[in-house]
């Protein structure tokens, strides 16, 4: 079985300062690994993914993830953050490899509420 | 704008009711995915379709059922609705079966059960 740990409900930071979001996942097999960013009243926007190809993932927007294998850890930064930035973002898993039975559907972490100070 | 089309975009009724979502997915996509979003239960996955048929499914209630349409489009059925029903419902679509293939939101469905 496969799931996400989202240790942050809330993240404040100031305009201009780095972001960090941090995500850690169990799963039995090789996973892929997402990370999706909603504006209020929006649907979903993929922001990186990770599919076991380069470790370090860049995205849109200048987001980007580091897949640590050893430390179960999948982290979201950005080296400044926008006003624009300010949304829910969800760490996700898909664990295609898994034993069937909602193999291909996405397991979502409990999202981070991204808050940016002027 | 993603390609996902879903509608309504808001739906209000009734205990006991039965509604339906509709979704189309994008162009030439053969996967369609529907999750419920809730204050209580966070985004849960409830059930895929690959090209018509039914291929994974999550936490879907027996209430609830789903089917994908010749055309691709598919759409969500919910009957005997409860006040816990009330959710935001998104659709997702990826060009394949999944795994770790990108899956393309919808806008979403705010279904309100009073």
């Known amino acids: 079985a496969q799931s996400v740990t989202q240790l942050d409900s809330h993240v404040s930071v100031s305009e201009g300062t780095p972001v960090l979001l941090r995500c850690n996942y169990s799963?039995?097999?090789?996973?892929?690994l997402f990370w999706y960013v909603q504006h209020p009243n929006k649907g979903l926007q993929l922001l990186l993914k990770?599919?076991?190809?380069?470790?370090l993932v860049k995205g849109i927007n200048g987001f980007e993830a580091e897949f640590k294998k050893s430390e179960t850890s999948f982290h979201l930064t950005k080296p400044s953050a926008h006003m624009s930035d300010a949304a829910e973002y969800f760490c996700?898993?898909?664990?295609?490899?898994?034993?069937?039975?909602?193999?291909?559907?996405?397991?979502f972490g409990k999202g981070t509420h991204l808050i940016i100070q002027p | 704008d993603s390609g996902v089309t879903q509608t309504p975009k808001h739906l209000i009724t009734a205990t006991g009711q039965r509604v339906t979502l509709r979704c189309s997915p994008r162009?030439?996509?053969?996967?369609v995915y529907w999750y419920q979003q809730s204050l209580d239960q966070g985004l849960q996955f409830l059930i895929q379709?690959?090209?018509?048929?039914?291929?994974a499914k999550g936490n879907i209630l027996e209430r609830f059922s789903a089917q994908q349409f010749p055309d691709l489009h598919s759409e969500l059925n919910l009957s005997s609705l409860e006040l816990g029903d009330s959710a935001l419902y998104f659709c997702?679509?990826?060009?394949?079966?999944?795994?770790?293939?990108?899956?393309?939101f919808g806008p979403g469905t705010r279904l309100l059960v009073l």
């Open positions: 997702a679509s990826s060009p394949q079966a999944g795994g770790p293939e990108t899956q393309y």
């Open positions: 799963s039995s097999y090789s996973p892929s």
């Open positions: 990770y599919t076991s190809a380069a470790t």
């Open positions: 996700v898993v898909s664990d295609y490899g898994g034993s069937g039975g909602g193999a291909d559907g996405l397991t």
């Open positions: 162009s030439g996509d053969l996967s």
């Open positions: 379709y690959y090209n018509g048929e039914e291929r």
